[in-house]
């Protein structure tokens, strides 16, 4: 057994594969070579990651093979980047020791997007810190607190009940004392937060904010990778703030909006809750659209409810 080419094997999937990046036989052939091992047949290879998958490595093959687990997920790196980038007294030639390190633990396609991504000039807000860490206070001791966002005038009593990352955001799930459900709003559109001496005592069903959490994160915090336009057809302060709540990256135009979705039957039931205040630009996910709307019309249809019935 090479144990020279087994260490550098595990090294070779973890930092060029990942699952939207396989690797081919010849690939990881070629791979070796670079690295100065010298080349293996087909079966050492087999056997190599047999080996592998003994010690607890899990190799999957679909038209290649990739490391399916890292020690890290790209979100955990990111977070701990956030972390690291908010202490202000920290060494910036260490941290950028670390962060490399940190980077290591991702595959190379990985690192690129995420060493592509630039943060949002209100996260370097120094008050952004201290709202995060009242919203972790408020969650731990079921404290109410006091919040204003981005385009409303009036303050709102929440009750803080997790933070959610996806998209490069951060995003607070929250239950609203006034009508007693539970709603989310991007962290960086909030411009205050006042924690409070006073707790909320309502008993929210689990049932309720899992089934709230499913419909968010299956809709809008979804791979967003489709840039759609749209039309505000019932222009209103209201609106646009809660566009800015559900559409990652949203991009305001003089007359409408864009921002990447996830198209799915699960993002055109979510857009069904705005009416007619917005409306699609592009007419083949509209023409998609229409097709959701009428497949519910039909199923709802009486002759359908009848046969259901029977």
Do not use: C, W
């Not at 955990?76 to 940190?102: G, H, P, W």
């Not at 305001?252 to 007619?276: C, E, H, I, Q």
């Amino acid at each position: 057994m090479n144990k020279q080419r087994i260490l550098r094997l595990i090294f070779l999937l973890q930092r060029y594969s990942d699952m939207d990046h396989k690797l081919k036989i010849s690939e990881i052939f070629d791979l070796l070579e670079k690295e100065g091992i010298p080349s293996a047949d087909r079966k050492t290879l087999y056997d190599d990651f047999k080996i592998l998958g003994m010690l607890g490595y899990d190799i999957e093959y679909d038209e290649g093979y990739y490391l399916s687990e890292a020690p890290f997920s790209v979100s955990e790196i990111k977070i701990i980047i956030d972390s690291l980038d908010s202490l202000k007294n920290l060494d910036r030639a260490f941290l950028e020791k670390v962060k490399d390190k940190l980077y290591s633990f991702l595959s190379v396609y990985e690192e690129k997007d995420l060493r592509a991504l630039e943060y949002h000039h209100k996260h370097k807000d120094v008050h952004f810190i201290n709202r995060l860490e009242d919203s972790l206070e408020a969650i731990r001791k079921n404290k109410i607190v006091e919040i204003r966002r981005a385009k409303r005038s009036k303050s709102e009593s929440i009750v803080p009940l997790f933070l959610y990352r996806e998209n490069d955001h951060y995003y607070l799930y929250y239950h609203y004392v006034q009508n007693e459900k539970i709603y989310h709003v991007r962290f960086d559109n909030l411009l205050s937060m006042k924690l409070t001496e006073e707790s909320d005592s309502l008993f929210l069903p689990l049932e309720k904010v899992l089934s709230h959490i499913e419909e968010s994160s299956s809709s809008f915090h979804t791979s967003e990778n489709v840039l759609m336009r749209f039309q505000i057809m019932q222009d209103s302060e209201y609106l646009r703030s809660r566009l800015q709540d559900d559409f990652p990256n949203i991009v305001f135009t003089r007359d409408g909006f864009s921002a990447k979705v996830s198209v799915s039957d699960a993002f055109f039931a979510r857009l069904t809750s705005y009416g007619d205040q917005i409306k699609i630009s592009d007419p083949q996910i509209a023409e998609r659209y229409i097709a959701f709307l009428n497949k519910i019309i039909t199923r709802n249809s009486p002759e359908n409810r009848s046969n259901r019935s029977d």
